[in-house]
T-cell receptor
Framework: DTEVTQTPKHLVMGMTNKKSLKCEQHMGHRAMYWYKQKAKKPPELMFVYSYEKLSINESVPSRFSPECPNSSLLNLHLHALQPEDSALYLC????????????FGSGTRLTVV | LAKTTQPISMDSYEGQEVNITCSHNNIATNDYITWYQQFPSQGPRFIIQGYKTKVTNEVASLFIPADRKSSTLSLPRVSLSDTAVYYCLVGDTMTTDSWGKLQFGAGTQVVVTP
């Protein structure tokens, strides 16, 4: 398995809703990432998990809450989002100790109404 | 972190070779150069990675001069399906301390027409 799987592919949520994005990989990668990408802009790093521990939080608002239950799973819990949070949310992973590229999932297209 | 500069856009015709140059003047000794391709509403896809000289795979070639302050991604004989945004990233992904410290620049929109 050489993929990063993200679910759902599309999500529409209201500003008072609570939802979660899920990311899964079975490549043995020990670093996992959440990126946010707005239209016609490059991906922006949000969080990095290294060996299931949060290692980088790029000053992301607390309405985004990451979780790494195990080495294969990464969740992003969403609560009280704003319309400007609408974007493509990308998950990625990378292997330890090797200079290989990141493997990205196809993303979750989030619309906040 | 090494900052990268790429052209905003490039146009090409089918069958031509496309060369995208990325400038990274403050590249560090341990940094590698990695290129990604992204189609609309999809995640970036790894294309090629190199440290110095030339690297070639089934998709592209990467040319890196001796001073490593720039690199050129070469896409041979492009087709319509090569229309995408191409990102050059520079960083050291070997150590856990460096994980997550790769940053995407603005990227280059390549448009291939018949």
């Amino acid at each position: 398995d050489t993929e990063v799987t993200q679910t759902p592919k599309h999500l529409v949520m209201g500003m008072t809703n609570k939802k979660s994005l899920k990311c899964e990989q079975h490549m043995g990668h020990r670093a996992m990432y959440w990126y946010k990408q707005k239209a016609k802009k490059p991906p922006e790093l949000m969080f990095v998990y290294s060996y299931e521990k949060l290692s980088i939080n790029e000053s992301v608002p607390s309405r985004f809450s990451p979780e790494c239950p195990n080495s294969s799973l990464l969740n992003l819990h969403l609560h009280a989002l704003q319309p400007e949070d609408s974007a493509l949310y990308l998950c990625a992973s990378s292997p330890p100790g090797k200079n290989y590229g990141y493997t990205f999932g196809s993303g979750t297209r989030l619309t906040v109404v | 972190l090494a900052k990268t500069t790429q052209p905003i856009s490039m146009d090409s015709y089918e069958g031509q070779e496309v060369n995208i140059t990325c400038s990274h003047n403050n590249i560090a000794t341990n940094d590698y150069i990695t290129w990604y391709q992204q189609f609309p509403s999809q995640g970036p896809r790894f294309i090629i990675q190199g440290y110095k000289t030339k690297v070639t795979n089934e998709v592209a070639s990467l040319f890196i001069p001796a001073d490593r302050k720039s690199s050129t991604l070469s896409l041979p004989r492009v087709s319509l399906s090569d229309t995408a945004v191409y990102y050059c990233l520079v960083g050291d992904t070997m150590t856990t301390d460096s994980w997550g410290k790769l940053q995407f620049g603005a990227g280059t929109q390549v448009v291939v027409t018949p």
